[in-house]
Structures are given as C-alpha cells and as structure tokens.
C-alpha cells in the first residue's frame, strides 16, 4: 500500500491543477445540487421489529385518513388568579382563538375545549388540539406565524397562553461556538507548525470536503428523508477528521524536508507513510459508523452512513488535496523543526560547538512512564473508573416538550398541562385493538378497556374510537406518571402483558404506541443491539489492527482502552446532562434522560477516533521495534516523533466538537460534548498514558504474533518500508 499511495502523492503534487480543478468541480457539483434540490420533507421514524410500530403500521392500514405524519400543536389557556376558563369572557376568547386557527390554509382541524372536554376539573386550565396535513418540518411559515399570533391576540386579553407539540418545530442552530471551534483549531495548527500557510492547508482541505459532504446531504435529503440533525453531525465530524488528517500527512511533509528531500520526493513519501496511517484510520471510523446499520433503525443507519462518507471524503482530500496544495505552495511551507534549526545555524562559524538538542516534551514523557509503568497504569485506570461510576445511573428516553429550555413556550405548554390534567397527560399510550379475527369485536374493545383499567397507575381511559369498518379500535390511557418515568414504563409492559391474556381469550390483538411507548422499544431496542454492534465493530477493527501493528496483544490493549475512554465518557455525559454537574457551563437548562441513541453512537464514533490516535502513535513504535530498537526505546522513539502532534490532532478534535455544544438541539448538544470529552479521555489518558505503560510492562510481547498468522497475513506495509527499500535509504523515517 505504501508504494501505491507514495506514487499517488507524487502523481497528485505534479498534476495540482488537475487535482484541484476536479476537488472545485465536485464541490460545484454539490453547491448547485444543494441549492436546487426542494426542500426536504418530513423524516419518518420508524424502528422496525417493535410493538409501537407495528401499533403504526396498523393504524396507517386501517384508518387511512389518520394523518399520523402531520404536525400538531396544542394552544394552552391558563385563566388569570381570579377566574376560570369557564367564565363567560375567557370562554369567548378561546373560541374567538379556535376560530381563527381553523382558518389555517394547512389546518385539517381544531377541537374546541369546551365540546372536547379539554377543561382541567379546577376550571384553570384548557387546551385546544389543532392538527396539520404536513409535518412540522414542513409547515409554512405564514402558517406557524398565523398560530402564534392567534395565541398573542388571546394573551392581549389577559390570558397566558402557552403552545406545545411540533407545530413549531425549527431546524436546529449550532450558534457561534462552532465558530469558535474552528478558530481554536487554526490557533494550534498555527503553533505546531509555525507558519499560517502550514496550518492553512489542514483547514482548507477540511472545509472543502465538508462542503462536499453536508451539500450532498442536502441535495440527496428529500429523497432519502435526512433529517437536518445528519448533516449537522456529518459535518461535526468530518471537519474533526478532515483537519486531522490532513495534521499528519503534512506534518510528515516537513520532516521530510528537514532531511533534506526534493519537495515532490517528501509529498510522495509523506502520502506513502503518513497516508497509510490515514486510510486505516479513516476505515476504521467508516466501519464503525456504517456498523450503525446492525441497530436496524433506519434513522440511525442514515446518520452511520452520511457520517461515513464524510469522514471516507476526508480521507480521499488528504491523499490527493493535500499534496497537490503544497506543490502550490512550494517553499512557503518550511521543514520540520530539526531543519529549520539546521537553517538558522547557517552563518555560524564551522567550528563552533553545537548545542545538544533539548529533548521533547512527549519523549520526556514517554522516558518517564518508561521508568513507572505500574504507577502510570493505575493512575489512569482509577481515573477513568471514577469518571465511569455516574454510567451506571445511566437512564435512557426520547426528548420531549418537557426537556425543552423553561424559556421556550413549548416547555411552559407541557408544564401547564401536567398542572392541569396530571403528570401523564403529556405521554399518553394508544392501545390500538386489532379485532378482525373476533367473533364480537365491539365486547373484545370493551375487555380491553375493562382490563386496562384494573391496571396500577393508570390515570385515566377513553371510550374505544373504532374504524369505519368496526374491526379496530383506539383506546387512549392516561398514565398517572410522567412519560419518562420508570413507572410509565412499568405500565407498559403491563398493559402488553394483559393484552396477552385478552388474545387467548378473544383472538383479538392488542397493540401498545405513541411516542411514549415508542421511546421505551427504541431504548430497549438499542440497549439489545449494543453487545452484538460492539462484538462487530470491535471485531472488525480488531482484524484489521491485527493486519496493521502485525501483533495480538497491541489490539486487544487498544481495545480495552477504547472501552475505558467510552465508559468514562458516558458517565461524564450522565454527570452533566442527567444529574446536572457544571450545566450552567454547558448551557444545559434542563436536565432528563439521555438520549435513547447517544451511547451507541457515541460507541462507534469514538471507537473510529480513538483507533485514529493507536494507529498514528504506534505504528512509529512498531517501525522503531522492527528497526531494531529495544521496546522501551521503540514507546520513546514513537512519542518523540508523534506525541506533539497526536496532541495537537487530539485538542483540534476536542475544539471542533465542543463548537457544536452551543447547538438549539438537544441532541447534537450532547453528542459534542460527549465526543469532547471522549476524545479528551483516551487521547490524553489512555494513549498517551495508559498504552506506553502497558507496551513497557509487556515488553517484546506486545509485538508477538504466532508464526503462522505472520504467513496469513497480508503485508500492508504501513511504515513505508518498502520505499526505503526501492530507493535505497535505509535512513529511518521520522514519522509526523
């Protein structure tokens, strides 16, 4: 691989124009399907093999004019300190209200409280469901702008008036931070290498392929039903990877100079090397992300495989851009360090003394934990557990109106409502019957709701609503616990559990759906799908270190330590969005459960990341070892030429994910600082502390590799050794 990607670089430094006109067409190419492509519509959710979506699936067959898709919105009245929604002036408002939100061009409905019975029992507090033939994604503004000011005019009368549901749904803003985040990035390119064209070419390449992926999410999100949450975190993280990338084939670049090769010789050798690194790098993230799909929820798989192909855009720029970029720039990048030190020593007189260099800070480092493994080890074993402990308080859900900021009118529309109709009201359980094989349908939907009602904690149940043809039925229960509460769920799986008994009974089928129901398969399903996705990706992956590092036990540390980062990450991300630790810094106005999705995609994401870090920092290691240095020399030789900048790719990453923390959605907010931190814990805990212990403790075994396995294998050759080899340098190469 090495000599193919060396003869790629050199091909892409002579033929630049050609490289960089095809890199601009393609990204022409997105910017114009993206701009004429109509908007994208609504994005259904579906999680197949579930119960609720079953309940879905059934409901769209046998009440076809349900419209389950379309937006809803709930106008809340709330009657002032002295009065009551039933006295005669607040009343004439609300209808005054009802009848203008049925002018709606997009309204298909609107139930007036006082014939729904939607009047709290104390009088105080009523509600007005209005339905939309679209989604909320899809509402015209004109439309979502006719309702709140319908609501305005019932508030200039004195009423506080509140809207929950989706109806207002927006598309979610990441804010200035991510701003930020790309400035810090410039801001340490800038320090390690020292010169604004170095550090340009990280950044430049990054946004272009960027560019490239979100415009082709853009373009392709009507037809595939992307949600604007993938592409915000396709370009989340293919900007992290994009700047990385690009960090180490030219930091790979200049050394080469400092050994004084020809500009063209070092991009190709800089692309063979450095670049061989970067596409198993990049191949671990795609296999991870894609991996997604095993979850079988089609929302997901879309996010895996968007954010994939992102992240496969990055790598391709890197291997091609980059090296064509610095045949444009040509001495305006400089050599590495040793040889820039080299060029300031000209004019000094040829017999004066020359000071030792100073060694760095990462092989100083690295000598120090070379010296105390067993010490190093623990620490950051015992550092890691204590930062894992709030994981096990883990509790997992869907967001809702009610983990809204109190600031927004949705959240104050929820808090209204559990105030009046009791804490369930928000989550309510359709139970849909399903009497097509009974003999009485109409005495199967009066067991049913018979049944239900003997049920612990149910609040309330209304009268079964069947279809046209009478062979099934809707029943709505109020639970008497909020939606995301452990006891909502407990009633759940109790109502499922009698609607087994009433199916042996009648033959008729009962369902269990809504969004509350739905959060609870989604979780359940996830929690399942964890341990079959871990054994597949880290399967994989492991395989393919196996190929890379040609060793057993590397891998198998590597993977141990990837484990740690994420477990440790997840009770980080528990501590602050769940228990509410330092939320105040993080802008987090509500605490809840976490997000049913974040853990494992936050799994796949940081297990790709942190096999980045393995195979850039241990890969020098192994050259150095099969050079033959001794082990401890190797964990030296390796942190001296690569600690600075897996540091530098390391705090970049944590820059551009900690942008999107300033983001409106809950999720894309969590998902930043949770890959932050993630990537904070095994760059700098368990890669530069945890793995060069263990490789000390281990010594020549970590490189052992059963002799038969070493004949299977391919070799992939990813050190450049056959380029040394070809060209007759045996000189080592220093690795960026």
Do not use: C
Not at 45 to 58: R, V, W, Y
Not at 256 to 267: I, Q, S
């Amino acid at each position: 691989m090495a000599t193919f990607l060396y003869k790629l670089g050199r091909l892409a430094f002579r033929r630049r124009h050609f490289v960089a006109l095809l890199w601009v067409a393609l990204l022409t190419l997105a910017g114009v399907g993206a701009a004429s492509a109509p908007p994208a519509g609504s994005t259904s959710f579906s999680i197949p093999g579930t119960e609720a979506q079953k309940a879905f699936d059934l409901l769209e067959q046998r009440f076809p004019g349900m419209n389950a898709d379309g937006a809803t919105a709930r106008v809340v009245f709330k009657a002032p300190a002295d009065g009551k929604m039933t006295d005669p002036g607040h009343r004439a408002t609300v209808e005054r209200t009802v009848g203008e939100l049925t002018k709606g061009a997009e309204v298909t409905s609107v139930a007036d409280p006082y014939t729904g019975d939607a009047v709290s029992e104390d009088g105080t507090i009523a509600y007005a469901s209005v339905k939309y033939d679209v989604s909320g994604m899809e509402l015209e503004e004109s439309t979502k702008d006719a309702l709140q000011d319908a609501a305005q005019h019932a508030r200039d009368t004195g009423l506080t008036v509140e809207i929950g549901g989706d109806a207002l749904q927006a598309v979610p803003e990441t804010g200035a931070t991510e701003v930020i985040g790309i400035a810090v990035a410039a801001v340490v390119l800038v320090i390690t290498f020292g010169s604004l064209v170095s550090a340009g070419l990280p950044l430049l390449t990054a946004l272009i392929g960027v560019g490239i992926g979100v415009s082709t999410i853009t373009a392709l999100a009507g037809v595939l039903e992307l949600g604007s949450t993938t592409s915000i975190l396709a370009m989340m993280i293919g900007l992290a990877v994009g700047i990385d990338y690009a960090l180490f084939i030219v930091s790979r670049y200049r050394a080469e100079l400092a050994e004084g090769r020809e500009r063209e010789e070092a991009a190709g050798r800089a692309v063979g090397t450095a670049g061989s690194a970067v596409v198993f790098a990049g191949l671990t993230v795609v296999i991870a992300l894609v991996g997604l799909a095993v979850v079988n929820i089609p929302m997901l798989t879309k996010m895996g495989v968007a954010a994939a192909g992102t992240v496969a855009i990055a790598v391709l720029i890197a291997l091609t851009m980059i090296p064509a970029l610095l045949g444009y720039a040509g001495r305006r990048v400089k050599p590495a360090g040793d040889g820039l030190r080299l060029l300031r020593r000209r004019g000094t007189a040829p017999d004066a003394p020359a000071r030792p260099a100073r060694a760095n800070m990462g092989t100083r480092w690295a000598r120090f934990v070379v010296r105390r493994p067993v010490a190093v080890l623990l620490l950051g074993v015992v550092g890691l557990g204590a930062a894992a402990v709030p994981a096990a308080s883990l509790e997992l859900g869907l967001p809702d109106d009610g983990s809204q900021p109190v600031s927004t009118t949705q959240r104050r529309a929820y808090d209204l409502l559990s105030q009046g109709f009791g804490p369930g009201f928000n989550g309510p359980l359709m139970v849909v019957t399903d009497a097509e094989a009974s003999d009485d349908p109409e005495a199967a939907f009066a067991d049913v709701s018979a049944a239900i009602k003997d049920i612990k904690g149910v609040a309330a149940v209304t009268p079964a609503q069947p279809n046209k043809s009478g062979d099934t039925a809707i029943i709505t229960v109020v639970p008497d616990s909020k939606p995301s509460s452990v006891q909502t769920e407990e009633l759940v799986h109790a109502i499922r559990g009698a609607g087994g008994d009433i199916t042996a009974q009648n033959g008729s089928e009962v369902l269990v759906t809504g969004a509350t129901a739905m959060s609870i398969d989604v979780s359940q399903k996830l929690n399942d799908a964890l341990v079959p996705y871990l054994v597949l990706v880290v399967g994989l992956a492991f395989l393919l270190l196996i190929v890379v590092f040609r060793s057993v036990l590397v891998p198998l540390k590597a993977a141990l330590g990837f484990l740690l980062s994420v477990l440790a990450a997840l009770g980080a991300v528990v501590a602050v969005f769940q228990w509410g630790w330092l939320s105040g810094l993080m802008n987090v106005e509500e605490t809840g459960p976490v997000m049913s999705m974040m853990p494992i995609f936050m799994v796949g994401v940081v297990f790709g990341l942190a096999m980045d870090y393995e195979v850039f920092l241990v890969t020098r290691m192994r050259e150095a070892y099969v050079h033959g240095e001794k082990p401890g020399e190797a964990i030296v030789t390796g942190f001296q030429h690569g600690a600075r900048v897996v540091s530098a790719a390391a705090v970049i990453m944590m820059a551009v994910f900690a942008g999107f923390i300033g983001s409106s959605e809950s999720m894309v907010k969590m998902i930043g600082f949770g890959l932050a931190i993630a990537v904070f814990f095994d760059a700098f805990i368990v890669r530069m502390a945890i793995v060069p212990a263990v490789l000390a403790l281990l010594g020549k075994r970590a490189w052992w590799l059963p002799k038969w396995l070493d004949r299977a294998l391919p070799n992939v050759d990813v050190e450049g050794e056959a380029l040394a080899e070809d060209s007759g340098d045996k000189r080592e190469l220093v690795d960026a």
